[in-house]
């Protein structure tokens, strides 16, 4: 009963977050109707603005409906989002709502889910279980492009790609609101699930915790992750290759990493770890700097990132989830989700600008150097930890 929830749990998450890999390819969408990086950056900063509000607010919603049909109710506001997009002929109303849904409907989902997960893991197994989590999630992320790719080949437009992905989230919210009764059947905490408001005091009092360092590490890891896949596809015409490579080869990594994962639990020092990992992920930001048309070094800098942040990232946020205070796990978990999106919406503005005013070099050595950052915050974790 059990591993049958969980399975339908999971591929309902699969569906779903195939919506955020979607959001790589509207560069391209954005030049079907003259638009360029920066209304792409603009849209992305008014979907940060609904995220950040929409994660604020999730665990008020879920208290008032419960998390699972607040699950629901995200897939369906994903839904009416990528059926606006699809629709989109300029850079007004339409993509306007759709970027506010999708940021609504997105930060309800990434924030609830792992929420749900806290109630059924123990901390022994939550690295492991966050991590089979983070493989179906990723696996939606970077499985979305590379499957518009193949219906382009097939002469079907990039558009049809978001409306396909549109019924799957009807899909994935009719699963959510179907799981209600057995996610609660197979808890392993029979503690309600009606406390999760996140408020000033409540997060005044995570950032004063030790869990203070992976919610700020969350904000950085995701800015890297958004300098090197929201523009792809811009990077990828730049120098002649096929952004669909670096999507595949970044996924596959990212899952047969994380099912590895899910077999280890970290190791005796969890920091040291994510600080390895995120090294390899600084070289790989390095590297893809000098890629200059190889293909060779694109799928080589995919690989590298792929084992450097889609190994560390569960990992990271199942420290969030240890090192939060006692009484405030689900608010620890959605302020990791905050922080997160400030760096996964709000850095494609930066990127954007930086593109069309001063160069891609530019900003891939503030990609690099962002990367390098976090790393050093968690080795610093360590070596505390160590004395």
Known sequence: MRKFVLAIYFIAIFLQSATYGLTFLLPKLFAEFGANEKNVGFMLALTA??????????????????????????????????????????????????SILIGFGWGLMYTLGPVVLTRLSTPDSRVQIFSAYSVFLMAGFGLSPVFAAYLETLGYGVRDSFWIVAILCVISGLAFINLRGPINDIATTKAPDNRSKLSVPSVVS??????????????????????????QTVFAEREGLAYADFFFYYTLTVVIGRVFLARFSGGKSPYNTIALLQFVMAASVVLFIYVNGSQVLYIASAVFFGIGYGVSYPILAAMAANDAPDDLMPQTMQLFSLSYFIGIFGFPLIAGIMIVDVSIPALLVLVAMLAFIEASMALGRHLNASK
């Open 49 to 98: 603005i609904s995220t950040l509000i929409s994660v604020y607010y999730s665990g008020h919603l879920s208290d008032l409906f419960g998390r699972m049909m607040t699950l629901g109710i995200s897939s369906f506001s994903l839904t009416l989002a990528l059926y606006l997009y699809s629709i989109a002929d300029s850079v007004g109303l339409v993509l306007t709502i759709a």
């Open 206 to 231: 995570i950032l004063t915790s030790r869990a203070w360092l992976p919610v700020v590490m969350g904000m950085l890891g995701a800015s890297v992750f958004a300098g090197m896949n929201n523009f």
